[in-house]
């Protein structure tokens, strides 16, 4: 494996880049495949269920989209709460999520953006909405073959708002 080095040279005046080839060197790859990505969304979201159990129905969104078929097929059987494609949410009277057909109070929770730290650690900004929007960030943690969330911070509790 090859890797490059670059060094600098600056002057008042002028800077100076040079890259350099060193052979045998070893390059650090960042996970980003799509099923990590999602599978780190998964934790997020189970997480997230677990911390707000009391809305009946949770809408997802990944990344600014509706997931897919397949990523929603890991929630089947999930009845508290009971996941639901976004598409299938709509707002009473009163700006409160609720499912289309059931009526039933929900939230809308999505993973707005994943940052990989290394192979093993992913920092997450994910939002909640349930007639209040609540914005955290949380550091998901590879242990064995699945994700757990270490750390969550509230952003919507932060000190400087």
């Given at each position: 494996?090859?890797?490059?080095?670059?060094?600098?040279?600056?002057?008042?005046?002028?800077?100076?880049?040079?890259?350099?080839?060193?052979?045998?060197?070893?390059?650090?790859?960042?996970?980003?495949?799509?099923?990590?990505?999602?599978?780190?969304?998964?934790?997020?979201?189970?997480?997230?269920?677990?911390?707000?159990?009391?809305?009946?129905?949770?809408?997802?969104?990944?990344?600014?989209?509706?997931?897919?078929?397949?990523?929603?097929?890991?929630?089947?059987?999930?009845?508290?709460?009971?996941?639901?494609?976004?598409?299938?949410?709509?707002?009473?009277?009163?700006?409160?999520?609720?499912?289309?057909?059931?009526?039933?109070?929900?939230?809308?929770?999505?993973?707005v953006?994943?940052?990989?730290?290394?192979d093993?650690?992913?920092?997450?900004?994910?939002?909640v909405?349930?007639?209040?929007?609540?914005?955290?960030?949380?550091?998901?943690?590879?242990?064995?073959?699945?994700?757990?969330?270490?750390?969550?911070?509230?952003?919507?509790?932060?000190?400087?708002?």
């Amino acid at each position: 494996m090859t890797a490059l080095i670059t060094f600098g040279i600056s002057s008042s005046i002028t800077s100076y880049w040079f890259l350099r080839t060193v052979p045998g060197a070893k390059t650090i790859s960042i996970t980003s495949s799509i099923t990590e990505k999602e599978n780190v969304a998964e934790a997020v979201f189970r997480y997230q269920f677990e911390w707000n159990k009391q809305e009946k129905v949770a809408f997802l969104t990944l990344e600014g989209k509706e997931p897919d078929e397949n990523f929603m097929n890991r929630f089947v059987g999930q009845t508290e709460p009971r996941v639901q494609r976004h598409s299938r949410k709509k707002f009473d009277r009163y700006d409160r999520i609720i499912d289309a057909d059931t009526r039933e109070q929900g939230e809308l929770i999505s993973v707005v953006s994943i940052r990989w730290i290394c192979d093993t650690i992913a920092e997450v900004r994910s939002n909640v909405y349930d007639g209040d929007v609540g914005e955290y960030i949380l550091r998901v943690h590879r242990e064995g073959d699945h994700w757990i969330v270490k750390s969550f911070l509230d952003l919507s509790e932060a000190p400087w708002q």
